[in-house]
């Protein structure tokens, strides 16, 4: 499968609990999204990666939200201390540089308890 | 501002009928709008996409048509089938950066 991969599929956490989610973009794509989709809304943008350099967040990302993309392949999202607030499913998309298309993962559904 | 407007939040059709989807948008600066469309447990999928210098784009069932002077843009479905129930969103964003403005979501049931 060259789809964009994501995991886990689902996390549940007590709240106060650091977590980390993995995102694998389609292999040349060097565009990499987070965006957070609450239950019957449609997805917010929270951060964007060209290659390793993250290029902007939303303001949405609060202190306790860090991404990262170290080599300019895989990225991962950590939330620190979470809260109820949190829980969501948590998607990630990948694209060309130069492109618009976005082709997104199946997520990971965080549960926040 | 940043938001895109989507309606209806929902919408019952039998099959073979089609489905009309609105978007209105704010941010004159975007220019591609693309739908996608989400079955639940799985990610959004893109369906078709138009940018503001044509009025139209059809690619099999689905039409988009695009009002750039009322900033609004539809998504039409043609010969609903049962298997096209899911929730559609519009979306918008500036080629320059790429993050997508999603719309609230339509959720979609054609009756057999």
Same mark, same amino acid.
């Not at chain 1, 917010?44 to 609060?62: D, G, P, V, W």
């Not at chain 1, 607030?85 to 540089?97: I, N």
């Not at chain 2, 998504?75 to 993050?99: E, K």
């Given at each position: *499968?060259?789809?964009? %991969? ?17 995102? *694998? +973009?389609? @292999? ?10 609450? !239950? ?17 967040? %939303?303001?949405?990302?609060? *202190? ?5 993309? +170290?080599? /300019?392949?895989? @990225? ?9 607030? *949190?829980?969501?499913?948590? !998607?990630?998309? @990948?694209?060309?540089? /130069? /492109? ?5 993962? +199946?997520?990971?559904? !965080?549960?926040? !308890? | 501002?940043?938001? &895109? ?10 099959? $073979?009928?089609?489905?009309?989807? =609105?978007?209105?948008?704010? =941010? ?38 695009? =009002? ?28 320059? $950066? =790429? #993050?997508?403005?999603? $719309? $609230?979501?339509?959720?979609? #049931? &054609?009756?057999p």
């Amino acid at each position: *499968d060259t789809g964009v %991969s994501q995991n886990p599929r689902h996390k549940i956490t007590k709240r106060g609990q650091n977590v980390t989610f993995r995102c *694998d +973009p389609i @292999s040349e794509h060097n565009r990499l999204y987070w965006y957070r989709q609450t !239950l019957g809304q449609g997805p917010e943008f929270l951060t964007y990666f060209q290659n390793e350099a993250q290029l902007e967040k %939303s303001r949405l990302l609060s *202190d306790r939200f860090s991404a990262e993309r +170290p080599k /300019g392949s895989f @990225s991962t999202l950590e939330i620190q201390r979470t809260e109820q607030g *949190d829980s969501a499913m948590y !998607l990630c998309a @990948s694209s060309l540089s /130069g /492109g618009n298309e976005q082709f997104f993962g +199946p997520g990971t559904r !965080l549960t926040v !308890l | 501002q940043q938001q &895109v407007k989507q309606s209806p939040q929902s919408l019952i059709v039998q099959k $073979g009928g089609i489905p009309i989807i =609105n978007c209105a948008y704010e =941010n004159t600066a975007f220019d591609y709008f693309p739908w996608y469309q989400q079955f639940p447990g799985k990610g959004p999928a893109l369906l078709i996409a138009i940018r503001p210098d044509v009025s139209e784009k059809k690619e099999g069932r689905f039409t988009i048509s695009f =009002n750039k002077s009322a900033k609004q843009f539809s998504l039409h479905i043609m010969d609903s089938q049962p298997g096209d129930s899911a929730t559609y969103f519009c979306a918008a964003s500036r080629t320059a $950066g =790429n #993050m997508l403005t999603f $719309g $609230g979501g339509t959720r979609l #049931m &054609v009756k057999p």
